[in-house]
């Protein structure tokens, strides 16, 4: 006879419950929940602080050398795909606290490349004075397409 919870005399409210049991080890699971550490670009090129990838383990205080690979530059929606002309370029990547420190002590500007197959902003450094990032003249008009965009959005 029922005590009216669906449970019989002499039975427990958890012994009817089954418990889920995982095939894998908890490190396995914490593995596959932690979220690999961002990283960022950025360019080695000859006649640049950073012509070398010792140049910017030097500059960012890394331990070991980091790895160049090489890419293209591409180009944004806003510039004509006819005065544009791809560049390859090599490029090593950082983590958050070293691509801080390039953009705190160094004097820079962005290129847009292809990383890991996606457009991404890399830092290219002009001068080791911290002055931060210049604007070239494809900034000035990034920043002139994304107001006309802004208000195009507002009038709509």
Not at 55 to 63: A, F, G, P, Q, S
Not at 91 to 109: G, L, P
Not at 116 to 139: D, I
Request: hydrophobic content about 30%.
């Amino acid at each position: 006879m029922s005590n009216g919870s669906g449970v019989q005399p002499g039975e427990s409210e958890t012994d009817n419950k089954t418990t889920w049991t995982s095939p894998w080890p908890p490190e396995v699971w914490f593995s596959a929940r932690v979220k690999p550490e961002p990283r960022f670009p950025v360019i080695i090129k000859q006649g640049t602080p950073l012509s070398t990838p010792r140049d910017l383990k030097n500059l960012v205080n890394m331990t070991e050398m980091p790895k160049m690979t090489t890419t293209t530059t591409t180009h944004l929606w806003y510039e004509s795909e006819m005065d544009f002309e791809p560049e390859t370029v090599d490029i090593c990547d950082v983590n958050s606290d070293q691509r801080r420190h390039i953009h705190y002590n160094t004097t820079w500007h962005q290129r847009v490349i292809w990383f890991h197959g996606e457009c991404r902003f890399a830092m290219m450094v002009e001068s080791l004075e911290p002055n931060g990032h210049v604007e070239t003249k494809k900034t000035k008009l990034a920043k002139k397409a994304e107001g006309a965009m802004h208000k195009t959005t507002q009038n709509n």
